[in-house]
């Protein structure tokens, strides 16, 4: 019986926990990402040194952590909540899509940079979003794809090569097919 007691105890001390988690953390009124919920808009898009005429769109909040942490871009995001997916019959939800063409329309993106996933739903987002957001005149950019850093061409999957190959870097020369 005590150890009921004790499984009782830390499953009350979790839903409290998970309380006060939903009570302190919101998503952010601009992008979307996660902040406090004392903290709107959110510390990416309230810096003043960001880049503010570069945007980039991720599905999911947490994708804006992982870009974040590579220091490789300083422009502020867009979470766009999602993919599409017509063969589960899942379109759009919430209001993000409007959100962010009411941001494009502002004129103030220079580029977009459409860091969805490789998979066939987030590449047809990404096609999606490329058709609407080319009407505006902003350049699209995605994040070029490749071969895994410390991996090798023969672990590599045939789709990650083939755009490894076709988004391909050059060295030397200025060659333009």
């Known amino acids: 019986k005590l150890v ?3 499984k009782e105890n830390l499953l009350e001390e979790l839903v409290r926990i998970l309380d006060d988690v939903k009570n302190l953390v919101s998503l952010c009124e601009v992008c979307g990402g996660i902040t406090l919920a004392t903290k709107q808009p959110c510390s990416i898009c309230s810096d003043s040194t960001r880049k503010f005429d570069l945007l980039c769109v991720v599905e999911e909040p947490q994708d804006i952590f992982l870009i974040e942490n590579t220091g490789a871009f300083n422009g502020v995001y867009h979470v ?3 993919k599409l997916s017509p063969m589960r019959g899942e379109g759009l939800s919430d209001g993000r899509l409007e959100k962010l063409m009411a941001r494009l329309k502002s004129g ?3 580029e977009v940079l459409l860091a969805m996933n490789t998979d066939v739903e987030s590449d047809a987002t990404a096609q999606f979003l490329t058709g609407i957001i080319e ?3 902003i350049v699209i950019s995605r994040p070029a ?3 895994p850093a410390g991996s090798g061409i ?3 999957d045939s789709v990650t090569l083939a755009n490894a190959l ?3 870097q050059y060295v030397r020369g200025n ?3």
Do not use: D, H, N
Request: charged content about 40%; overall charge positive.
């Open 135 to 137: 009407k505006e005149g």
């Open 175 to 177: 060659f333009k097919e």
């Open 4 to 6: 009921s007691e004790t």
């Open 154 to 156: 023969a672990y590599t």
């Open 108 to 110: 103030k993106y220079k």
């Open 145 to 147: 794809m490749g071969i």
């Open 166 to 168: 076709r988004l391909r």
């Open 80 to 82: 766009f909540g999602g």
